[in-house]
């Protein structure tokens, strides 16, 4: 690599149109081979600069300019628990349908994690970056990761979000809060009447609509569920299971239905109430949310609410290629499936 003795660092191409005395996009003109002609010889006062500087061009950037990168990064929250697996698959599925790779990154829903891996991506220079998640309730994303992801796309790059709203990028997200309340409705119809939520500790947006919306849908019905009976536990399967575990019997007395805002949590929340030797769904209904294709092995059969996430993952690539019209956003909807798990009463 060649460093300018002048300021220790790598020419760049504004060190070029300088020396050479043009503006930048005449020097890009020249270097990057457009087709628009400039003059012979400002022509050749930018190539000589470039000589002298010992300039190159970023291939990966014009790769990224001109649409010839076939690689698309995607960024996840994680992928230990089915239903993240599940949308990275359909993603990685969605992609090969179109001959793109998708190469894979986790931040673990740490801001910083995910500030370090877009400033990585940024200088690779993918075609485009998917960033699947969730925001969160009480901030937005950390201004930095979207200073960082707007330099991004000033180079040619294209960003999408998936099930997030808190940055002004395209985006695709399901519609959570209807999702809910329509399994809610379904459930007060079924003759449901006093159902414990388990929520999330995190202030996850799309976790909290999924309670927002289940608590609206009884409350169409007449029925009020307290904050009390809206318990947040860690968004973890084994913390699903050590909160039913440890529930006052009283409580559980009092319920006849168990709504998890994830199917990992209601599968948890399962296997604690069976350890307890309360019968579900005989005494106890369960429901959750996302509908992951590992249900189908599950002992009742899961009442969820069913996210499209082949229509996700196809949506979200096909504005990961497209030419851009303008920011948009794709409300994916949703709807409940009802099983086993919440017999009618």
Excluded: C
């Excluded at 697996?85 to 190469?103: G, K, N, P, Q, Y």
């Excluded at 809610?184 to 909290?208: D, N």
């Excluded at 029925?223 to 699903?240: E, Q, T």
């Excluded at 920011?327 to 009463?345: A, C, D, G, K, Y």
């Amino acid at each position: 690599m060649s460093i300018d003795s002048r300021t220790g660092r790598p020419p760049t191409l504004s060190d070029v149109a300088r020396l050479a005395g043009v503006s930048q996009s005449t020097a890009s003109r020249v270097v990057n081979g457009s087709e628009r002609r400039v003059d012979d010889t400002y022509r050749q006062r930018v190539l000589d600069a470039a000589r002298q500087l010992g300039y190159a061009p970023n291939v990966a950037a014009q790769a990224v300019a001109r649409g010839a990168s076939r690689r698309i990064a995607l960024i996840t929250g994680g992928i230990a628990d089915a239903y993240f697996s599940a949308m990275t698959a359909a993603i990685m599925s969605a992609a090969e349908e179109i001959d793109l790779r998708v190469s894979l990154a986790v931040s673990s829903r740490r801001p910083e994690r995910e500030l370090e891996l877009v400033r990585e991506l940024r200088g690779e220079q993918p075609r485009a970056i998917i960033l699947a998640g969730t925001g969160y309730t009480d901030s937005r994303s950390d201004p930095a990761v979207e200073a960082e992801l707007h330099r991004y796309q000033q180079t040619g790059g294209r960003v999408v979000l998936i099930s997030r709203t808190d940055m002004p990028f395209e985006t695709v997200y399901f519609d959570d809060f209807d999702g809910a309340r329509r399994l809610a409705v379904e459930m007060v119809a079924r003759g449901y009447r006093s159902p414990l939520l388990l929520g999330s500790r995190l202030p996850l947006r799309s976790m909290q609509d999924r309670i927002e919306g289940f608590t609206a849908g009884f409350a169409e019905a007449g029925i009020a569920i307290p904050p009390s009976r809206v318990l947040r536990p860690d968004f973890l399967w084994s913390s699903a299971k050590d909160t039913m575990r440890g529930l006052d019997e009283q409580v559980l007395a009092a319920t006849d239905l168990v709504f998890a805002i994830t199917d990992d949590l209601a599968l948890g929340a399962l296997s604690g109430l069976r350890e307890r030797g309360i019968a579900s769904p005989d005494r106890i209904g369960i429901a959750g949310f996302d509908d992951i294709a590992t249900l189908r092995d599950v002992v009742p059969s899961l009442t969820s609410v069913h996210v499209p996430l082949d229509e996700v993952a196809r949506e979200a690539i096909h504005r990961a290629t497209a030419a851009p019209d303008g920011l948009t956003r794709r409300v994916i909807p949703t709807h409940p499936v009802v099983r086993e798990s919440t017999p009618q009463r």
